[in-house]
């Protein structure tokens, strides 16, 4: 979904002490990285924002976003605001920004890492016990462990607290059994945050544990699902048997909830400052196109593309707003919601203006120019983006709620097996 | 002078047919992951005589093409059904028989990339400026799409002039509008039973009205659009001077709604809408594919405006 973007900047109470290096050396550094890596090992954009290679099998991605962190950690380009301690630089958000700035033009391929550097990190690092962090993030932030989240289930999605993943208590280790769904790059993970309902009595919010899962442990299993761009990104990981040590523990038994909660808030950062390019076409390759084809008198067009255009500039700079409020040191709020609502809304409105500019062509994978999966790829992918990451109706709820502060929907409580009320 | 827009028994009995064909074949999901025209599907339409709807051999008209294509619309049914009723308005009936046999595929749209060229025999150039049966220059090279369908890319060489092509245009227009406004109706309905059974926050999601009151909405105008697509099938079967405009507002409405009904769909139905084992990605892609088709929307419009009298 975020087509090759930079790592967001952490959601983490770091962020404002950090090593003095001025914010123009460290952008002459990170601009001569780029400028000289980027045409070498192909990271750049098409004019639709997409980066190379992002249908290549499997392995091939994986080594291409691998050997893409190594050439940054070499330079002391990556993991930019995270402690020493942990391999990281110990500069601050401001110099990840400026980082994410210069990427900006380019594309990095480091999609597959955005799980773990976006949202797990933040986690283990907020909630970790020192040895948990001392083992975690170092080979997490240079890209040598993968990680997924394993969060949503079929009966939970929009209602994550619903989950019903169980984790037993069986003296000092725990045992999982249950089915997680959507697990983004699965296949690929070494190692999953998992939530499971450790207290199956307590009440809904309560009662659940996070958990550091080694991903090759027996009782593991992972089924892939087809999306419909035709690629097979995310899986059901089910679960049986499947003993989990005390040290596996995420925060508090029982915290899960809260544990859960700095996750997402850094999802939705990280989703919040993405690249609005990466959504769908940009309004400029929509003109570009509109031109080759001599439709750029069309009134009609052009008026659609001037509106495309308006809306991805908001949408880039409502990600601006989660991040100068980041950098604030503000806690991330609902900015980040309206700024994917926008996202989303833009990257539908791209690919219905696509189908009118580019006619069938928009249905076929391979074209006349090597930027013509594009068309197809932005037409199959969009339905995800309202859905992925928060969907639309909960980003309406967040931003009535917390925004405009009006009034939740009356909840209907839950019904226990007696009939009485949890 | 009443609107009638039920179908005869006759019509009926052949939309019932269509129906028991496309649940013996199982057209849903994955129908078309081993091939991209399963043959007992294809034949099955050209043996209930379907492929030759709208032909004097054939018999019926634009009003049993609709009815035939509703039921296939409701079941996301492949193949290239537009380009077929668009040839039977313009080839010689020899030149149609083995394409209403099942034998062969016709392929029409504006070259070079053209639907089905993969896989047919016979190629018609349908453009604003008139029709023509073509042949390619060389072998169409194969373009997959994001339906599955095995389009190509070709240079086509003009055979033999079709005449203006506008009412074979205004018949496929009216016939792509009746499948769209169908399969648009199927999503709402499927849906709205999905939001009824599917239950989060301790409630059926359809009691939230950020659910129901889009699919309501939806259901107004994929009404609408099944409305107008039968109004273009009567008039086109009337001979009405208006029927090429009829059946431009028929595709232009049909196209916003199935669009709306398939984005209305994938919200609904979350991330399980979203697979391609679920029950909305292969007719959601159905929608996108023949809504491009037979011919762009721009002409479409043209054609509006000239029932407009502009």
């Known amino acids: ?51 190379p290679g992002d249908d290549a099998p499997n392995d091939v991605r994986v080594a291409r976003a691998r050997r893409c962190l190594t050439l940054l950690f070499d330079a002391g380009l990556a993991a930019i605001s995270w402690p020493r301690a942990y391999g990281g630089q110990d500069l601050t958000n401001r110099h990840q920004v400026v980082f994410n700035e210069e990427a900006a033009a380019y594309a990095l391929p480091l999609d597959i890492f955005m799980i773990g550097l976006g949202m797990c990190a933040p986690t283990v690092l907020a909630h970790g016990t020192e040895p948990q962090r001392s083992r975690y993030l170092p080979p997490l932030l240079r890209g040598a462990e993968i990680w997924c989240q394993l969060f949503s289930e079929p009966e939970a999605g929009s209602d994550l607290a619903g989950l019903r993943c169980r984790a037993e208590s069986d003296g000092d280790s725990w045992v999982v059994s249950g089915q997680k769904v959507w697990t983004s790059g699965a296949h690929n993970a070494a190692f999953g945050m998992l939530l499971a309902r450790s207290d199956p009595s307590s009440s809904r919010h309560g009662g659940m544990t996070m958990f550091i899962v080694d991903m090759s442990l027996p009782g593991i299993e992972i089924r892939p699902l087809r999306q419909m761009t035709g690629a097979s990104r995310f899986s059901e990981v089910f679960f049986d048997g499947c003993r989990l040590e005390s040290d596996a523990v ?13 996750t997402l808030m850094n999802e939705r950062v990280s989703i919040g400052t993405s690249n609005p390019a990466g959504y769908g076409h940009p309004a400029s390759a929509l003109a570009a196109e509109a031109r080759r084809r001599g439709l750029i008198e069309d009134p009609v067009i052009v008026d659609r593309i001037c509106r495309l255009a308006i809306r991805e500039r908001i949408t880039g700079l409502l990600g601006k707003r989660v991040t100068e ?52 790829s932005v037409q199959c992918s969009v339905p995800g983006l309202s859905i992925a990451g928060g969907t639309d109706e909960i980003m309406r709820n967040i931003l009535a709620e917390r925004v405009l502060g009006l009034p939740r929907e009356p909840r209907v409580p839950a019904v226990n097996e007696n009939g009485g009320r949890r | 002078m009443g609107l009638d827009l039920a179908y005869s028994v006759e019509q009926q009995e052949l939309a019932r047919s269509v129906d028991g064909l496309c649940r013996r074949c199982g057209t849903g999901a994955g129908f078309t992951d081993s091939e991209p025209l399963p043959q007992k599907y294809w034949s099955g339409l050209a043996d209930l005589g379907v492929l030759a709807l709208g032909t004097a051999d054939g018999g019926g008209g634009s009003l049993e093409i609709a009815a035939a294509m509703e039921q296939l619309g409701a079941h996301g049914a492949p193949g290239p059904l537009v380009g077929t009723f668009v040839a039977g308005a313009l080839l010689d009936p020899s030149e149609m028989e083995p394409i209403a046999e099942g034998r062969q595929l016709a392929s029409v749209g504006q070259p070079p990339l053209m639907p089905w060229a993969a896989a047919a025999e016979v190629f018609i150039e349908l453009s604003s400026e008139g029709a023509w049966l073509c042949e390619p220059a060389t072998a169409p090279e194969p373009v997959e799409t994001t339906a599955g369908e095995p389009w190509g890319r070709a240079e086509l060489q003009r055979l033999r002039h079709l005449g203006d092509g506008i009412s074979a245009a205004a018949l496929g227009e009216a016939a792509a509008a009746a499948y769209l406004a169908s399969a648009a109706g199927h999503l709402v309905d499927i849906a709205s039973q999905y939001a009824k059974d599917r239950v989060q926050f301790n409630r059926p999601i359809a009691t939230f009205q950020a659910i129901s009151h889009p699919l309501a909405s939806c259901s107004v105008s994929v009404t609408a659009s099944r409305i107008m697509a039968r109004e273009a099938a009567s008039a086109i079967d009337n001979r009405d001077p208006d029927a090429p405009a009829a059946a431009a507002r028929a595709r232009l409405s049909a196209v916003a709604s199935a669009t709306a009904a398939a984005y209305q769909a994938h919200q609904t139905f979350g991330a399980i809408g979203f697979t391609i084992e679920g029950p909305v990605a292969h007719v959601s892609l159905r929608i996108r594919q023949l809504s491009l088709q037979p011919l762009p929307q721009a002409a479409a419009r043209t054609r509006v405006l000239q029932g407009l009298g502009v």
Not at chain 1, 17 to 28: A, E, H, Y
Not at chain 1, 250 to 262: D, H, P, S
Request: hydrophobic share 40%; net charge neutral.
């Open chain 1, 1 to 51: 979904m975020t087509a090759g973007s930079a790592p967001s900047p952490a959601v983490t109470d770091h962020r404002q002490s950090g090593r003095k290096v001025s914010d123009d050396d460290f952008r002459r550094r990170v601009r001569s990285f780029l400028a000289h890596h980027a045409p070498r090992e192909g990271w750049t954009r098409d004019e639709h924002g997409r980066p």
């Open chain 1, 250 to 262: 995420l925060g508090e038994v029982g915290q899960g909830w809260r544990t859960a909660i700095t």
């Open chain 1, 325 to 376: 409020a980041l950098l604030a040191g503000a806690e991330p709020g609902p900015e980040g919601s309206l700024a994917k609502l926008s996202g989303t809304q833009v990257s539908k409105d791209s690919a219905a203006l696509a189908m009118e500019i580019v006619g069938p062509a928009a249905a076929a994978w391979s074209g006349d120019s090597g930027s013509a999966a594009a068309w197809a």
